[in-house]
């Protein structure tokens, strides 16, 4: 088949355009063929492009040359029309559409491309599977849902980039072959070719040169920046994502946190036009574990979680007296209007505790004439009435009790109120909650690798009133750090850092790490401390998470143009995939598993 050039043909209109007012002009448009309709004399085509459709008309009586040559389009042709907008006949417009008052009459028709049949109908339901939607996303691309995703994931960055530039932070790029930044996964490796047997990592953060250039004197810096993290990939990760990333000086958690507030502020409101009010709540990480059993707390609902270990010492019921004599703790939830749930559903609960290693949950339906609850024998009436009164339960509510470790206890009946949460549908739609999460532990232990190990990264400053714990209980120290949660998921994380030699060089002991390994890792970076580093702090927001959860999607996937899939792979050019031997010669390397 001849396929048409553009020739001096110029495109007057995108396909979003026309109106009511446009009627009469003559216009040139461009684009894909989304629909085609095929009435003998009137062929209609939707023709589409990112901006939007128009209803274009070939019209047998109006121009017969034109009107033969649309015969043979099919969806997903690439098309160029020459015509005149013309007002839709009464009856005929597409309120749903903003074109939907007009239709171009198309007089000359050049065909730019035509396509093989496409493995998926990109206008229609989505009923391929992931992985050809996946290997084929630029036609995936091409629909609407996700490209909208992608013109939002652009305004918020957009937006962010404006905001920070206002507030006057300079974004510096910093280099992505580099040497391992520690956060806590493991490094994608790139070989050097000019130095055989030395590797780039690249960075899961720009921690350290974010730090170096607050030494420089840059005061406030951020990016929108690539890192890249070899996890297993559990649910919902990317192994390369993008941070907003920041850092300042002179400044503190305060100053950090009013920044990322302001910026929330700024595009929700005008990005999504929700307002957002500012200063977040700030809840220690051990309250939260306490209230919400999760370092992530969900606050759009309440649902708080009660320690009654108190209540319940000296009740018969050996399963919460043994725990407790053990150290444990009986804690519960109280659910309004949980009489009404099933056996089944509160088996599918019980399996959720048990799945996570508990000895499963016990419950309690407060009804007009008691407890309904194996429970009844073992606790009092005024033990039962004290358990009321501390959880707020009435009658038409349900009790869930747990007992466990403390911590063990809280995880579990923290998953429990986020599933009851879902089934009960207690989360309103489109609303957004913001909680700081304050002040986790510095550290924690090892037990495989036996040694502590940070649990945000080693450049985190300790509290400064736990700092006399460091050497003697360096768990019990907690650390100068803050989590930013939306909705019950972390979307960023910082720290205010250590600024001193000394103090960093005594973590770095702390977390086992010898003389000749500290200086090997992070012998620049010490060094850099000792020529007059700033107080300093920062922060890094997951970019892809906010868009994710701005958007509505589901998936990380979702508004990620090209992403990789549960196996780390890309689905569109197929890496990773092997290379020939000659180019491992040159870098040195031969492979251990042909
Ligand atoms: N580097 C940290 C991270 O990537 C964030 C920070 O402390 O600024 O999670």
């Not at 920070?164 to 493991?186: D, I, W, Y």
Request: charged share 30%; aromatic share 10%; net charge negative.
């Amino acid at each position: 088949m001849d396929i048409d050039t553009i020739g001096d043909w110029e495109r007057t209109n995108d396909c979003g355009s026309l109106r009511r007012d446009d009627v009469g002009r003559e216009v040139v448009l461009m684009g894909w063929v989304n629909r085609r309709r095929d009435l003998g004399k009137l062929i209609f085509i939707d023709l589409r492009d990112r901006f939007g459709l128009t209803q274009i008309v070939f019209d047998e009586e109006f121009d017969e040359i034109s009107h033969e040559k649309a015969g043979i389009l099919r969806n997903e042709w690439v098309i160029a029309v020459k015509g005149e907008v013309t007002p839709r006949l009464h009856g005929q417009e597409n309120p749903d559409l903003p074109t939907g008052d007009i239709e171009v009459k198309v007089k000359e028709l050049k065909i730019l491309n035509e396509t093989e049949v496409p493995p998926f109908q990109v206008d229609g339901k989505i009923d391929a599977s992931e992985n050809l939607r996946l290997k084929y996303r630029y036609l995936e691309l091409r629909r609407p849902a996700l490209f909208h995703n992608l013109v939002m994931r652009h305004r918020i960055a957009l937006g962010i980039r404006n905001f920070m530039n206002r507030e006057g932070f300079l974004e510096v790029e910093t280099p992505v072959l580099t040497k391992s930044t520690p956060e806590g996964a493991r490094d994608y490796l790139v070989p050097s070719r000019i130095s055989k047997g030395f590797f780039y990592a690249l960075p899961q953060s720009p921690q350290l040169f974010k730090q170096l250039l607050m030494m420089a004197g840059f005061d406030r810096y951020f990016q929108i920046v690539k890192c890249f993290r070899d996890e297993d990939l559990r649910a919902d990760r990317q192994p390369e994502f993008t941070q907003v990333d920041l850092e300042l000086s002179f400044g503190d958690e305060a100053g950090v946190m009013d920044v990322f507030e302001g910026m929330m502020v700024d595009i929700f409101s005008k990005i999504l036009n929700y307002p957002v009010s500012k200063p977040f709540p700030r809840i220690e990480y051990k309250k939260a574990m306490d209230l919400y059993g999760s370092d992530r707390p969900d606050t759009r609902f309440g649902m708080e979680l009660k320690n009654i270990s108190d209540l319940l010492r000296s009740s018969t019921f050996k399963v919460f007296t043994e725990v407790m004599e053990d150290g444990g703790v009986v804690k519960a939830i109280n659910i309004k209007g949980g009489v009404s749930f099933s056996r089944k559903v509160l088996d599918e609960l019980n399996s959720i505790v048990t799945d996570y290693g508990n000895k499963g949950l016990f419950w309690a339906k407060v009804k007009p004439d008691g407890w309904q609850s194996t429970l009844n024998k073992f606790l009092t009436p005024d033990m039962r009435s004290s358990v009321e009164e501390r959880l707020g339960a009435v009658e038409g509510d349900l009790i869930i009790f747990v007992s466990d470790m403390e911590q063990a206890a809280n995880e579990a009946l923290g998953l429990l109120r986020i599933e009851i949460s879902k089934r009960l549908d207690l989360v309103k739609d489109k609303t957004y909650s913001f909680v700081w999460v304050t002040k986790f532990p510095l550290l924690e232990y090892d037990r495989d690798e036996k040694r502590y190990v940070a649990v945000h990264h080693p450049f985190t400053a300790p509290l400064e009133e736990d700092m006399p714990l460091l050497s003697e209980r360096p768990e019990a120290v907690r650390a100068r750090s803050y989590d930013l949660v939306l909705n019950g998921e972390e979307i960023g994380g910082g720290s205010v850092r250590i600024h001193t030699l000394d103090l960093q060089n005594q973590i770095f002991r702390i977390l086992g790490l010898g003389k000749e390994e500290i200086q090997e890792k992070f012998g620049f970076f010490l060094e850099a401390l000792s020529y007059g580093a700033p107080p300093h702090a920062g922060m890094a927001l997951g970019f892809d998470r906010l868009v994710a959860i701005m958007v509505g999607a589901e998936s990380l996937r979702d508004v990620i143009a090209f992403p990789k899939t549960q196996r780390a792979t890309c689905s569109v050019t197929d890496a990773p995939s092997k290379v020939d031997k000659d180019q491992l010669a040159e870098l040195g390397l031969s492979l251990l598993y042909p």
